[in-house]
């Protein structure tokens, strides 16, 4: 069973609008919660995270919303580029001795974000 | 840059065949992971490293070994390839402190 959900597996986005990502979750475990951008032919690259006593989590364009009650996050992309085109994968994990896998990731499937010009 | 380097960038190989992999990496982290990425399937652990001959397995650990003789150095080794296996390999380190995870540029497999 995926513990880490991302249900849309696209979203396309007019350049300069506001782009949306949703990542829902099941394990009340995960502390920390990350965003990764991967462009093909590339590894995947760290965006922004947020830790679970906090809501929101800024930095430039980029927005990461959670709600803990809800088990959700979101990425928000304001304005969004051409140049944001790419597979955006959410992960969690718990910090916290979990298992014996102590702050290992779990990784969503992706959304694939496509900003047109 | 978190100094993180995969060799061979890109391999064909044969089913019944021994691969190895290789992650290198430049800044002393103690913790190093191999992930596997498939369509639909997103990124999947396979082992990760917590130190010097400290391994564990991670989601989809079979048909893999993996071992870490230097600080610098985390081996993922196939030992006989199937075309269940091919696949794009990324390694990862993690950044003390955090749980945050930093990529290579990833491994392009294909088993035949």
């Known amino acids: 069973d995926q513990q880490v959900k991302q249900n849309s597996p696209s979203l396309s986005v007019q350049e300069g609008r506001i782009s949306i990502l949703n990542c829902d979750y099941t394990n009340s475990m995960f502390d920390y919660f990350l965003w990764y951008k991967k462009y093909p032919a590339e590894g995947p690259t760290f965006l922004i995270s947020i830790s679970s006593i906090k809501d929101k989590n800024e930095d430039g364009r980029f927005t990461v919303f959670l709600n803990k009650s809800a088990k959700h996050l979101s990425l928000h992309i304001v304005p969004s580029q051409p140049g944001d085109s790419a597979v955006y994968f959410c992960?969690?994990?718990?910090?916290?001795?979990?298992?014996?896998?102590?702050?290992?990731?779990?990784f969503g499937k992706g959304t694939k974000l496509s900003v047109k010009p | 840059d978190a100094g993180i380097t995969q060799s061979p960038r890109h391999k064909v190989t044969e089913t019944g065949t021994p691969v190895t992999l290789r992650c290198h990496q430049t800044e002393n982290h103690r913790y190093m992971y191999w992930y596997r990425q498939d369509p639909g399937h997103g990124l999947r652990l396979i082992h990760y490293s917590y130190g010097v001959k400290d391994t564990d397995k991670g989601e989809v650990s079979d048909g893999y070994s993996v071992s870490r003789s230097k600080t610098e150095d985390f081996l993922l080794t196939l030992e006989s390839a199937t075309s269940s296996q091919t696949s794009v390999y990324f390694c990862a380190i993690r950044q003390v402190g955090t749980d945050t995870q930093y990529f290579g540029p990833g491994t392009r497999l294909t088993v035949l």
């Open positions: 992960a969690a994990s718990a910090a916290s001795n979990y298992g014996g896998s102590q702050g290992n990731l779990i």
